[in-house]
């Protein structure tokens, strides 16, 4: 019985940790890339969760359709933000960086709790569900695992084929490298910020699709802390090692979920949240450099 | 080719560059020597445009690129070998070189540069899948020299390439400065403190000092002057 239940709950925590690892590689690109740690990472995710919420319950548009959107928009803030306040951190010392990021993402809130309120909200996709044996599934939650897996794919395909992805590459592993090459890196961060953002908000929507509930301004916190821990396990500057360590964070959760339900008296649900800090610090503990980096 | 006036730059309130002027000769090696400390490096990154030019002008082919970004002068045929090498750790040497050949103009050219690169340096082919950050000193400073000539360059600059080399190897990054004048017909902005080998390559030498040109002439001249060689060179 605990067997079919662990093995049910792991079947969810790999779709679900599909979502966090795309929900984590914006993070990466964007540390990798710039070196900016974007505290600020959730507020995104929030922007992503509201575009699929109003494109749903305001036209009746399909979350399908909201991850381009949320694509674009995500890519337009991001620009945005990078020509009006990241543009002068590049060379500041972190604490700079940390500052504003956390500045961006409080604006965000702040301006959809102005705009739409803070009550939660959700919405309600009915696509269907597939029974497997261990559990049942439904297709929403299918369709943000299969979204995430070409997200990340073609993320992938990005980076490895084409001219500006081999130069965020470059400038990842040397910035001066890169620029002796003639690389307009300046163009490059402003790009990767976009992209990273981008990545984000498209995130928000996909989470929606698994979690279609407690929608609002101050949702995104959660996902800033699992993303920091994703990200460490991964290797901080990794998009691909965001992505492994997103599916393995997914499995430890929901994994550890059952065997919490075991222990009487225990509420698993608010473990995952300890749990989430416990993983961090073991890991910065032992491998600081991320476990899945090959240096 | 490149002509440097009263260049003035530097980094936050310290300024560097006390207005040195220096030219380069199309198809010579123009050599800038000095002791660690001087401002020769901040003098390439600034006429690079790494670091931003606080006054003076630097013209390039009788255009004014004096702030012009580093990108579009890679275009117009500058490039740069940095100290430190600042090769990308994770690609192979062919993936190194070939980012070389990535603004438009040298990505037309790629193969012939390739084949001239790997003429240069037959040991590079032989590598060419080996991760660029697994090679030997040496052979990391013919990948930054061939990353360089694959940008199809005009004028290669040059930051102290015989640093941190066994003597042997110095001897041939001069042999290969040499074929780079006499073979490919660059134009070579040598920067060095190995004054003894940097004077026989030069056609023409300038002598730096606290961020200021304190002498210039023709390597015989610099030779024959003790003044100039006890006071700035110490030999």
Sequence with gaps: MIGIQLAGNLTQGLILGGVYGMATMGLSLIFGVLGVVNVGHGAFIMIGAFTTLLLFTQLGLSPIIAIPVALVIGMALGFFFYYTVIIRLTEAPELASLLATFAIGTLLEESVKFTIGTEFRGYNWDVGKISLHITTLPMSKIYAFVGSILIALLLYLWFSKTRAGTAVRAVMQDRKGAGVCGVNVNWIYALSFAIGIGLTVTSGVLLTMFIPVGINPYMGGAYTLKAFVIAVLGGLASPYGAFFGGLIFGLIENGTYTLFALVPSLEPFAMTRFLSFLILLLILLIKPTGLLRAK | ?235
């Design chain 2, 1 to 235: 080719m490149l002509r440097v006036k009263d260049l003035e730059s530097g980094y936050g309130p310290m300024q560097v560059l006390w207005k040195p002027s220096l030219q380069t000769k199309k198809g010579a090696i123009t050599s800038l020597l000095g002791p660690n400390g001087v401002g020769k490096s901040t003098f390439l990154s600034t006429v690079f445009g790494s670091v931003k030019p606080w006054g003076g002008s630097i013209y390039y082919e009788e255009k004014d690129v004096t702030y012009m970004p580093t990108h579009k002068k890679v275009e117009m045929g500058l490039a740069l070998v940095p100290e430190g090498k600042h090769l990308f750790p994770e690609m192979n040497v062919y993936e190194n070189l070939v980012m070389g050949a990535y603004v438009k103009k040298a990505s037309r050219h790629r193969e012939e540069s390739l084949a001239l690169v790997y003429s240069l340096f037959p040991v590079l082919k032989e590598r060419s899948g080996q991760l660029a950050g697994s090679l030997s000193g040496g052979e990391q400073q013919m990948v930054t020299v061939g990353r360089a000539l694959m940008t199809k360059p005009q004028l290669i600059m040059l930051d102290e390439p015989s640093q941190g080399l066994a003597p042997l190897l110095v001897q041939e990054v001069f042999r290969t400065i040499q074929k780079m004048k006499e073979e490919i017909g660059l134009t070579v902005l040598l920067i060095e403190q190995n004054a003894d080998a940097s004077l026989s390559a030069a056609d023409f030498v300038y002598i730096m000092h606290e961020g200021r040109i304190k002498a210039k002439g023709s390597p015989e001249e610099i030779k024959g002057s003790p003044e100039i060689r006890e006071a700035y060179l110490g030999i």
